[in-house]
């Protein structure tokens, strides 16, 4: 069962109950960096409102996820990624490792990412 927006971890951290390394914000999206992080950039960048995942996007959520691609690659500017490359990725579900059930697309970058998408 997943959990309800009321005690969803990353709903917590939108409200700022919860703290977390902000890089990104404004009305509908923010973006922290990962707390166990994949490589020397890592970043979660989340749309404010609830949402499990990309098979449940409402008008408000796909609005707002719809700005992430923008958003992810002005922050790998920022966090100086850009050049060197970087990868916007997002798990679905079960099988593809989704942990934390409330949508969000990890930004990596800042080393050889490697060429494998699934193993
Ligand atoms: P996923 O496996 O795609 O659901 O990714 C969930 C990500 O959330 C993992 O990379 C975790 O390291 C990260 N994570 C879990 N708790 C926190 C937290 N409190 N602050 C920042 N990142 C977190
Ligand atoms: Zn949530």
Same mark, same amino acid.
């Given at each position: 069962?997943?959990?309800? $927006?009321s005690e969803c971890l *990353?709903?917590?951290? $939108?409200?700022?109950?919860?703290? $977390?390394?902000l890089v990104y914000e ?5 973006a922290f960096k990962d ?6 950039? #890592? ?6 409102? #609830? ?7 409402? +008008?408000? +959520? $796909? ?15 920022? =966090?100086?990624?850009?050049?060197? &490359? ?6 679905? &579900?079960?099988?593809? &490792?989704?942990?934390? *059930?409330? =949508? #969000?697309? #990890? ?5 050889? =990412? &490697? ?5």
């Open positions: 069962m997943n959990a309800p $927006a *990353f709903c917590k951290i $939108a409200r700022k109950e919860i703290p $977390a390394a404004d009305d509908t999206l923010l707390i166990f992080p994949q490589a020397p950039v #890592h970043v979660l960048i989340i749309p404010k409102a #609830h949402c499990e995942g990309l098979g449940d996007l409402t +008008t408000e +959520t $796909a609005a707002a996820a719809a700005r992430i691609p923008q958003v992810a690659a002005q922050l790998a500017r920022d =966090l100086g990624v850009m050049t060197g &490359g970087w990868r916007l990725l997002n798990n679905c &579900g079960p099988d593809s &490792g989704q942990t934390v *059930f409330h =949508l #969000h697309f #990890h930004l990596l970058g800042g080393k050889a =990412l &490697g060429g494998r998408l699934c193993q």
